[in-house]
């Protein structure tokens, strides 16, 4: 199942640019120089310990937090300057995928697809309507599910719709926060499978956030590593494997043995 891992680093601008990014919250220094680029069609996966910031980075991402300094573009604009409305439209670009897959439980699983995209997308008939959820299920696979509640899927079946969910308005960028966090090795397997086909089929540029080694070493093409603030190693999963650096090794060993 191990992919190839090329590196795709392209003539294109980056979708995503950090560069001399800082956050601190009081005394506390989270992000201490940040710099990464993701280039059209790539996947990188951010790994890290618990706590050393890997959510803050996501948040600056889509503007939810500021910088306190260095600079953050996603699709060419700076994303702390954006007002409210220009924010939002750039936010539809970006697809998150949840650790709790954050679907509406008192929705069916069309209803939770349908919501977003006509929420977002306006003077859609009815079957235009139907016709994006089915594709988007069929993407996942779970067209059969489309009449079926939330609390009758298994918890990787919520996964798969709550990714159908986001792929439904086409985005440019996908976010997923530990995607394979809580299942089995056989529908982790399953998601590793998937998010690699959303890269493939819709053309996206995605952010993996992970403890999974084996999710980071099969969806990836470059992995960045989130230590003290910085990214100590960007590199192909063999490149920050093949380490003679004791903390990477103790990284790596503990999470294996996870
Ligand atoms: N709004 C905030 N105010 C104060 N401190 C915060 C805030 N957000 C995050 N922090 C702190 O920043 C640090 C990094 O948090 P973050 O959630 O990014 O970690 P993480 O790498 O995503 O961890 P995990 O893998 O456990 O999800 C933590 O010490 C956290 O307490």
């Known amino acids: 199942m191990e992919r190839e891992n090329r590196h795709i680093v392209n003539d294109h601008a980056p979708v995503i640019s950090i560069s001399g990014l800082f956050k601190s919250f009081g005394e506390l220094p989270v992000l201490q120089g940040i710099d990464l680029n993701l280039y059209e069609g790539e996947n990188i996966a951010i790994l890290g310990k618990s706590g050393s910031g890997k959510s803050v980075l996501i948040k600056m991402i889509v503007g939810l937090l500021l910088p306190d300094k260095g600079l953050v573009t996603v699709l060419g604009q700076n994303v702390a300057a954006l007002n409210r409305k220009a924010l939002d439209r750039l936010r539809l670009h970006i697809g998150f995928s949840f650790q709790n897959s954050a679907l509406y439980d008192s929705m069916n699983v069309f209803q939770n697809l349908a919501f977003p995209l006509t929420m977002n997308v306006k003077h859609l008939n009815r079957l235009q309507v139907t016709r994006a959820v089915e594709e988007a299920l069929e993407a996942v696979g779970l067209r059969d599910k489309i009449r079926e509640m939330p609390s009758d899927l298994s918890g990787g079946q919520r996964k798969r719709i709550g990714i159908a969910r986001t792929l439904i308005l086409k985005p440019k960028i996908m976010l997923y926060d530990e995607p394979t966090s809580g299942l089995d090795p056989v529908t982790s397997a399953d998601i590793i499978e998937l998010i690699n086909l959303v890269q493939s089929q819709y053309h996206t540029s995605s952010l993996i956030i992970t403890h999974d080694l084996t999710c980071a070493k099969n969806t990836a093409n470059r992995i960045a590593m989130l230590s003290k603030g910085k990214f ?25 043995l996870q």
Do not use: C, H, R, W
């Open 232 to 256: 100590s190693k960007i590199g192909s999963f063999d490149e920050l494997f093949v380490t003679d650096d004791d903390q990477l090794k103790a990284f790596f060993n503990y999470n294996f």
